[in-house]
C-alpha cells in the first residue's frame, strides 16, 4: 500500500541525485539515498589518496563555481563531497533527501497496455505510474511511495564488486591469507589500510584507476628494508596519462574542442560528412600517435612491458583514460611495485594465487581492483519485463539523450552514459530532464528514439573495443548540440568563431539560457 504519492521520486544521492533533485527542484522531488551521506562514489568508494582526475573546471556544475576554479591541481575526493555539500545546501535540495532509505524494489503500476506498446505520453500523467518499495535503517519495514516519474541514479560504480568467479574449491575460502575487494579497502582508516598491506606480500589485480592507485599506497606502506614488493596482475594494458598536456601542448586541444571532435564520426552524420571522416581517418590516427609517442617518451612504459597494442584514441574513446599517480614508476624502479602480465585464468591456492601456466605467486593479501558491477543494483530494483529491456536489443543500455530508455515508461537513468566529465555529462541531461517533463517539448517515437541510440552504439563500437562502457568523449560536444536544440538553446555557445572552433567546451558554456 502507498503511503505517499508525489510527482517525481530520484533513486540515489550521487552527483547524478542531486544534479537531478536541483534540476527538478520545481516538482518537489523526493530523493531516496541508501546511505547517511549524498556523495555517492565521493564518499563510499575512495581511498585515503583518490583524487579527481578530471581538471576541475570541467568537473563544475554550471551555475556554482569552483572557489579556486583556476587551480589546477586536481581536488581530493573530501573537496568534491564539500563542493557539492555546498551546491546542495546553496540550492536547498539536501531538503528532498531521505537519507538511510534504500530502495529494494519497484512496482509499475501505470497502463500495462501503453506499457506493452512503449508508449511514451505525458511524462506526469497526474496519476502514479510507479510504486517505490524503502527500506530504511531504522526499520525492517518495507514503506511504499507512488510516483507518476522515477529518475534513477544509482550509479555505476561503488556498492557492487564484480568479483572474478573461481573454478570449485580454488576459490577465497581455501586461501590462508586475506581477500579485500577495493570498496572494503575504501572503508578502511589510515592506520588500518597501513596495517593490512606493510610488510605483507601483496597482490593486486588490475590495472586501471583503482588498481594504480592501490599499487602506490601499498608502496608508500612499504617504504623501508624491511617492505615487501606489491604486484599487480594486468590483464588488459591500456594507456596511463602523467598530466594533462602533451609535448607542451594543453591535452583538451586534441579531444575537447569542436576543431578536435570534428574529425570523429558521430551520429546522423550524412553521406558527405562520412565520407569525409573517411579521408580524416589518417588526422585521427596522427592525434592519437601524437599522444603515444610523448607517452612513451615521457613514461618507462615499454620498460615495464606496459605500452598498449591498441591507440590510444580506443581509451580515450571508452572514458577509460586514467591519470597515473606522479610516483607510480618511482616506486616500481625503487622494486616496491613489480608487475605481472597475464591474460590467462587464475585462482587460490593455499599461500597465493595460481595461473592457468601453472605459475604462482605467494600472497599474504590479495586485493581485487577488479571494478564494479552497476547494472546488478538496476536488476535489482527495476521489474520485469523491464528489467529483460534495461540492455534491450544489443547488450548496452539504450538511451536517448543519454537519459530515457525508449521502451521503459515514465522513467529516466542518470549517469549512465560517461564522458571526460560526468558531472557535466549528468548536468545537462537533467536540465533538458526537467525541461522534457515540464512539457517544453516531446520526446519523439519510441522507434525513432531506439534509432538513434543504436547510431551511439554504432559509433561506440566503430571506434573502440572498449564501446561497452557507453562512453560519448569523442563526439560529446555534438551530443550536447542535440540536448541545446531540443531544449531550443542555441547549440554554438561561444561568443566568437576562433572560440568556437579552438576552445574547450565544459559546463560553464551550458549555463541556463534566461
Ligand atoms: C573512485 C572513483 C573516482 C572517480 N573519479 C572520476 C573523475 O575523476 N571524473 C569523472 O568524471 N568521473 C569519475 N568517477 C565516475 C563517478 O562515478 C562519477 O563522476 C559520479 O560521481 C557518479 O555519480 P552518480 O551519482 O551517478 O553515482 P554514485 O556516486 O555511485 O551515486 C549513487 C548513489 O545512489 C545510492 N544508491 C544506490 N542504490 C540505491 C538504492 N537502491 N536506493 C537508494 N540509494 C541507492 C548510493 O548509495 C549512492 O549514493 C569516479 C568513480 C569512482 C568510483
Ligand atoms: N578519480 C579517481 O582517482 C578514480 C579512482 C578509482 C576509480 N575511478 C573510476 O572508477 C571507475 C571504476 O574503476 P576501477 O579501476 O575500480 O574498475 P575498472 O575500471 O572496471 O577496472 C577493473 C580492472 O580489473 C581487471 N579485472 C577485472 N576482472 C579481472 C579478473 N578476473 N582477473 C584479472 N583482472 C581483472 C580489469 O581488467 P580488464 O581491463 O582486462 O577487464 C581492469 O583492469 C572508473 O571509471 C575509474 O575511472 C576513478
Redesign the pocket.
Known amino acids: 500500500m502507498a503511503v505517499q504519492s508525489k510527482k517525481i521520486g530520484i533513486?540515489?544521492?550521487?552527483?547524478?541525485?542531486?544534479?537531478a533533485a536541483k534540476q527538478l527542484s520545481k516538482f518537489e522531488p523526493v530523493v531516496?539515498?541508501?546511505?547517511d551521506?549524498?556523495?555517492?562514489?565521493?564518499?563510499?568508494?575512495?581511498?585515503r589518496s583518490?583524487?579527481?582526475?578530471?581538471p576541475r573546471c570541467?568537473?563544475e556544475f554550471s551555475d556554482f563555481p569552483w572557489t579556486q576554479r583556476d587551480n589546477t591541481s586536481?581536488p581530493s575526493?573530501q573537496e568534491i563531497l564539500d563542493y557539492l555539500y555546498s551546491y546542495a545546501t546553496y540550492f536547498d535540495v539536501l531538503k528532498f533527501v531521505k537519507f538511510n532509505?534504500?530502495?529494494?524494489e519497484i512496482r509499475y503500476i501505470g497502463d500495462s497496455e501503453s506499457a506493452a506498446r512503449a508508449e511514451y505520453g505525458s511524462l506526469l500523467p497526474d496519476r502514479p505510474v510507479w510504486e517505490v518499495g524503502?527500506q530504511t535503517t531504522q526499520s525492517e519495514t518495507i514503506q511504499w511511495y507512488a510516483f507518476e516519474f522515477v529518475v534513477i541514479?544509482?550509479?555505476?560504480?561503488?556498492?557492487i564488486p564484480a568479483i572474478p568467479k573461481f573454478p570449485q574449491n580454488k576459490g577465497p575460502e581455501i586461501f590462508k591469507g586475506k581477500v579485500v575487494h577495493t570498496i572494503d579497502y575504501c572503508k578502511l582508516n589510515e592506520e588500518e589500510s597501513t596495517q593490512l598491506l606493510k610488510g605483507k606480500k601483496v597482490v593486486i589485480f588490475g590495472y586501471k584507476?583503482?588498481a594504480i592507485d592501490l599499487a602506490v599506497e601499498c608502496a608508500e606502506a612499504n617504504q623501508g628494508p624491511e617492505g615487501e614488493a606489491c604486484t599487480m596482475v594486468v590483464r588488459t594494458l591500456h594507456w596511463t596519462v602523467p598530466h594533462y598536456s602533451v609535448w607542451g601542448l594543453p591535452f583538451y586541444m586534441f579531444y575537447s574542442t569542436r576543431a578536435s571532435q570534428y574529425l570523429h564520426e558521430r551520429p546522423n552524420q550524412g553521406f558527405l560528412r562520412t565520407l569525409l571522416c573517411h579521408m580524416l581517418s589518417p588526422m585521427r590516427s596522427a592525434v592519437s600517435k601524437i599522444i603515444e609517442s610523448y607517452l612513451t617518451w615521457k613514461l618507462p612504459l615499454e620498460k615495464y612491458g606496459l605500452k598498449p597494442d591498441h591507440p590510444f584514441e580506443e581509451d580515450y574513446a571508452s572514458c577509460q583514460m586514467a591519470i597515473l599517480p606522479e610516483n607510480f614508476f618511482s616506486e616500481a624502479d625503487k622494486g616496491k611495485i613489480a608487475i605481472k602480465r597475464s591474460t590467462s585464468k587464475w585462482w587460490f591456492w593455499e599461500g597465493g594465487v595460481q595461473f592457468e601456466d601453472g605459475s604462482r605467486l605467494d600472497a599474504d593479501v590479495v586485493v581485487l581492483a577488479t571494478g564494479?558491477d552497476?547494472k546488478q543494483?538496476l536488476k535489482?530494483?527495476i521489474p520485469d519485463p523491464f528489467r529483460s529491456l534495461l540492455e534491450f536489443p544489443s547488450g548496452m543500455m539504450p538511451l536517448y539523450r543519454g537519459t530515457i530508455n525508449p521502451l521503459i515508461p515514465n522513467m529516466a537513468f542518470?549517469?549512465?552514459i560517461?564522458?571526460?566529465?560526468?558531472?557535466h555529462?549528468?548536468e545537462i541531461r537533467c536540465k533538458w530532464l526537467s525541461r522534457l517533463v515540464d512539457n517544453q517539448f516531446r520526446l519523439p517515437s519510441v522507434d525513432k528514439m531506439l534509432e538513434q541510440t543504436m547510431k551511439e552504439m554504432e559509433i561506440m563500437r566503430r571506434t573502440t573495443r572498449f564501446y561497452k562502457r557507453s562512453c560519448i568523449s569523442t563526439f560529446s560536444i555534438n551530443h550536447s548540440d542535440e540536448i541545446c536544440k531540443e531544449m531550443g538553446w542555441s547549440s554554438w555557445r561561444k561568443k566568437s568563431w576562433i572560440a568556437e572552433a579552438f576552445s574547450p567546451y565544459n559546463s560553464q558554456d551550458y549555463e541556463e539560457e534566461k
Open positions: 533513486i540515489g544521492g550521487g552527483i547524478s541525485g542531486i544534479a531516496f539515498e541508501a546511505t551521506s549524498i556523495g555517492g562514489v565521493w564518499k563510499h568508494c575512495s581511498y583518490t583524487k579527481l582526475q578530471t570541467d568537473y586536481f575526493y532509505s534504500k530502495v529494494v524503502v541514479c544509482t550509479g555505476k560504480y561503488g556498492d584507476k583503482s564494479f552497476g543494483k535489482a530494483i542518470v549517469g549512465y560517461e564522458s571526460v566529465s560526468n558531472l555529462t549528468a
